[in-house]
């Protein structure tokens, strides 16, 4: 048995100069509007995972050191 995917409208407002914008740069690459949004959402979505993910490894200690330990190192491997 098929599974379909249930879609929902996302009525959007916006200014008619950024609608005119956007019409135009999705014509310039062969997109409709639709499509233009829709990849400009998802990669706006990649971007956030991307930068989370970042962040959480940042805050990982495992295998790091202290910038002093560092600094140290560095003063005498001269």
Do not use: C, Q
Not at 20 to 48: C, G, P, Q, V
């Amino acid at each position: 048995m098929a599974t379909t995917v249930k879609k929902v409208r996302f009525p959007l407002e916006m200014p008619t100069e950024l609608r005119n914008h956007i019409r135009a740069a999705a014509a310039l690459e062969s997109k409709t509007m639709k499509d233009w949004i829709f990849e400009a959402i998802f990669e706006k979505l990649e971007d956030d995972i991307d930068s989370r993910e970042g962040l959480k490894v940042l805050g990982e200690l495992e295998g790091s050191t202290s910038l002093r330990d560092y600094l140290a190192r560095r003063k005498f491997s001269v």
